[in-house]
């Protein structure tokens, strides 16, 4: 894995708005294409065969939390865990998840798995390989996204509810709007009807039953919007309803950072994971302090040596904790790169780069494309 520094396209902002990349630039550019990091063939089976791996450890890990009745742990209300538990016994489908993985010194860590609402996924899955494309369109990536995801919503298209499948997301945001009607356009290519409504404008009538702004039934819905913000929202305790959410209920279980020391509990020493536990760091002296439920890096404590060496301030933390073993992320001349690794129907299918000034990743951090190279590295 090397980090290769290169002169963007000129007039970038343009191409990749030609594809519908509006949220490519804040207060600093969020694309960043004046480098690429490139990987060996070799060092690509390795994050694929790690990534396949931990699906399947993470699939036993939710076995585990509802055979033993560990939602406590997670902050899950009681209230909540029939819906969840039905969804797994049901087999409620998963279209996608996104683990944050570190490749160091030959080594693949597991930081967190984002199961319920991951983004960055069309960026990873188009934007990156229209790069490639200009930049040099004689090698490959580790990008096969965008085939699984149409894939993928074939092979469930029968098992949907009868009716359209909705995608919804909160208004004001852009990068969510742009994530999910990209989802949508991927189901719309597998031949499925689909329509739009805001997450703000879902209406339930008086026997439960979820409608648009029509009045129309929804049977089938993918929500682009966290299970523990639904859980406390007026509408959530009509989650009983019969309509199909995507993703399922029980995801809110893998979604949750709690799953890091129960993954620990299940395999010890696993060389993909980090010893992770609740309540406190044990004997750890580096170690990183994560809330169960937080994003972009919020509240966050990096501790090495038993000193605090980087932290981000945020608003969560109020539900608890987990310490989770330090592995420094690599870095590239001050580029601190996290790995974005995809699962789509239940396979790793690509990878996406995002890098940070400092040690957490946060809403300042790049995407950088990549592209295999067919040396050894």
């Known amino acids: 894995m090397k980090r290769i520094e290169i002169l963007p396209r000129n007039n970038w902002q343009k191409e990749v708005e030609k594809i519908g990349f509006g949220f490519h630039t804040t207060n600093v550019p969020y694309w960043f294409e004046s ?10 089976d390795k994050l694929e065969t790690a990534t396949n791996d931990l699906w399947l450890m993470c699939l ?19 209230f909540y865990v029939h819906l969840i538990e039905l969804s797994w016994e049901k087999d409620h489908p998963s279209i996608y998840g996104r683990f944050d993985l570190c490749y160091r010194d030959g080594q693949i860590k597991l930081l967190e798995f984002n199961a319920d609402t991951p983004t960055s996924l069309f960026e990873a899955s188009i934007v990156q390989w229209y790069w490639l494309q200009d930049f040099h369109p004689s090698m490959d990536q580790f990008n096969s996204i965008h085939e699984a995801l149409i894939g993928t919503w074939s092979y469930l298209h029968p098992y949907l509810n009868k009716g359209k499948l909705y995608f919804s ?45 029509h009045a129309n039934k929804i049977n089938n819905i993918f929500k682009l919007y966290p299970y523990e913000f639904m859980f406390h929202e007026d509408f959530g305790k009509n989650l009983y309803s019969t309509t199909l959410w995507i993703e399922p209920s029980w995801k809110a279980i893998l979604s949750n950072k709690a799953i890091l020391p ?9 060389p993909y994971l980090l010893p ?18 937080s994003r972009e890096g919020a509240n966050i404590t990096i501790v090495e040596n038993n000193k605090i060496i980087e932290h981000n301030r945020g608003n969560y933390g109020a539900e608890g904790y987990v310490y989770q073993g330090l592995f420094k992320l690599p870095n590239f001349d001050g580029n601190h790169a996290v790995i974005g690794s995809w699962v789509v129907g239940q396979e790793a299918v690509g990878i996406g780069i995002r890098e940070s000034n400092g040690l957490i990743s946060n809403d300042g951090s790049r995407f950088v494309p990549h592209l295999i190279t067919s040396f050894a590295q």
Request: glycine fraction near 2%; include cysteine; charge should be negative.
């Open 276 to 293: 992770a536990y609740f309540d406190s760091p044990g004997t750890m002296t580096n170690y990183v302090k994560k809330p169960l439920l």
């Open 35 to 44: 480098a690429y990091y490139s990987f060996s063939m070799d060092e690509i």
């Open 60 to 78: 036993d890990a939710v076995q585990y939390v509802i055979d033993q009745h560990l939602y406590h742990r997670f902050s899950i209300p009681e």
């Open 169 to 213: 997301c909160a208004k004001r945001n852009l990068e969510d709007l742009t994530t999910t009607e990209y989802l949508r356009d991927c189901a719309m290519q597998a031949g499925i009807e689909t329509d739009f409504i805001f997450i703000d404008d879902l209406g339930v009538r008086d026997n439960a039953v979820f409608v648009d702004n």
């Open 262 to 270: 129960i993954l620990w509990e299940l395999f010890p020493h696993h």
